[in-house]
């Protein structure tokens, strides 16, 4: 299993960056995601690493660090509409398993 | 094409009744997933299908828990004897596979109060 840990709660404003960290503990690693959810909403789908390093997906980039168990997902020129859930998740590979696991997701808050 | 639908989108129960709650997946899509969400909590894992395989069903909590994945498509999770620590947001989502890059896409959810 794992152990995920984020932040529960973070502010920023409209018009900057903010970074969202991520870490965890797993027997098996396989894949992280992260997700963003509004309130009421579904999550919907960000960004996938599985290597070390750095994906860059328009305002949106998530770094990975295996070795460390940590991952970020960063949001440039932040929209108030990027006021939501983000969650991170982590998949195990274990036999035949392929389940991914939720942290708690961390709420941002943007404000003008 | 249509994404992961779920049914109905809210149910309001007394305790001790039994509740179905229905997920259609993406046509196509051979692994599908039951979370739940209490308020301010993550995704809990209940059960996972994969394809024609025996389902994972370590996350369910109870065995007043149960569910089923006819046809390899919809999938009904059944809750007996509601209890009040059930109420909470039943998100079903399916992906393409199960392993890789697929990520999951999750339906709107059921919320579920049990009065």
């Known amino acids: 299993g794992q152990n995920i840990d984020q932040p529960t709660e973070m502010t920023a404003t409209e018009g900057a960056i903010v970074q969202i960290n991520c870490t965890y503990q797993?027997?098996?690693?396989?894949?992280l995601f992260w997700y963003q959810q509004h309130a009421g909403e579904a999550p919907t789908f960000l960004s996938y690493?599985?290597?070390?390093g750095l994906e860059e997906k328009g305002r949106f980039s998530s770094f990975l660090s295996r070795s460390k168990g940590y991952s970020y997902l960063l949001l440039k020129e932040l929209q108030m509409k990027d006021s939501a859930s983000y969650l991170c998740?982590?998949?195990?590979?274990?036999?035949?398993?392929?389940?991914?696991?939720f942290g708690r997701g961390t709420s941002l808050i943007v404000h003008p | 094409g249509a994404g992961v639908s779920q049914s109905p989108s809210n149910k309001v129960t007394e305790k001790g009744k039994d509740v179905e709650l229905r997920c259609d997946p993406i046509?196509?899509?051979?692994?599908l997933y039951w979370y739940r969400q209490s308020l301010g909590q993550g995704l809990e894992f209940l059960i996972y299908?994969?394809?024609?395989?025996?389902?994972?069903k370590s996350g369910l909590p109870s065995d007043r828990f149960s569910a089923e994945r006819t046809g390899g498509s919809v999938s009904t999770l059944t809750i007996q004897r509601t209890q009040q620590e059930d109420s909470a947001v039943y998100l079903c989502?399916?992906?393409?596979?199960?392993?890789?890059?697929?990520?999951?896409?999750f339906g709107p959810g059921t919320r579920l109060t049990v009065t």
């Open positions: 299908f994969q394809g024609n395989s025996a389902p994972d």
């Open positions: 690493n599985v290597l070390d």
């Open positions: 046509s196509g899509h051979t692994a």
């Open positions: 797993t027997s098996g690693f396989n894949g």
């Open positions: 989502a399916s992906s393409l596979g199960r392993g890789g890059v697929y990520e999951q896409y």
């Open positions: 998740a982590v998949r195990d590979f274990d036999w035949w398993r392929y389940i991914p696991t």
